[in-house]
């Protein structure tokens, strides 16, 4: 099977000023271990291959500002697979990122699966995320999105929610829930098969393009013109300006995994426990 991680790597990791700034969001820093949270999460996809998997190429996704910076730590990782570099002209959340992705997957391979994580976590036990990334993988069937769910260790209201039910590995996702009030999220992790929402998310590119087409057919249009119009370099990627900015900004969350039961899509959930941190 062919995966095609997707890094998405456009934020401004406000959260850790002043040591993350707009030009040096915390992706791009050393803040545990030797090498930079993008990194990691370059070399955690790279972990993902084995006899049965393949990596197709590695798509990041990252904007004009911080171009020079992923060029120069993918350098310093040696990579041996693929990568490309799509430039958004604008931040629009992760829908358009992912649409855009979507779109540059389709050229290489339409039937690769996509691996899609942010660039900015930190994953402590590389085993557990990997056995975890292998059972999304392999219940990434058409019309199917697996996300992993992190296992709540107290009722945060700074992250998203999934209810699911199942016995298995791979559960059943019923519902999603962003960032809730206290007592909610109280109530959430007592009742339990709750889990945080991780913005990692296992599909294929003809799912994801699908989906976002009758969901927000404004963001489909516009980035997919933008994409037809996009120019290339030696080493970057770049949609059309003006086409892409017309786009409206959403995230994967609110524009297609809110709505997904309502089109027929499958989402399922792997838990990881692997001592996670966004």
Known sequence: MKITPVILCGGS??????????HYPK????????????QQSISRAIALENNDIQIEEILIVTNENHRFLVLEQLD?????????ILLEPEPKNTAPALTLAALAAQDSNPDSVLVVTPADHYVK????????????????????????????????????????VGEGVVKNALSFKEKPKLEAAQHMIDEGQHAWNGGM????????????????????????????????????ERPDEELFKQSPSDSIDYAVMEKAKDQGINVKLVLLNAGWSD
């Open 13 to 22: 990791g406000t959260r850790l000023w002043p040591l993350s700034r707009q």
């Open 27 to 38: 992706q791009f820093l050393k803040l545990v271990g030797d090498t930079t949270l993008f």
């Open 76 to 84: 310093e990782l040696k990579l041996n697979e693929p990568a490309r």
């Open 125 to 164: 036990d590389l085993y557990q995320f990997t056995q975890a990334m292998h059972e999304a993988i392999k219940a990434a069937q058409d019309k199917t999105i697996v996300t992993l769910g992190i296992t709540p260790t107290r009722p945060d209201t700074g992250f998203g929610y999934i209810h699911y």
């Open 201 to 236: 998310f296992i599909l294929r590119s003809k799912t994801w393009l699908d989906a976002i087409q009758l969901s927000n057919a404004e963001i489909y249009k516009s980035v997919r013109n933008a994409w037809q119009s996009k120019k290339a370099d030696q080493w970057f």
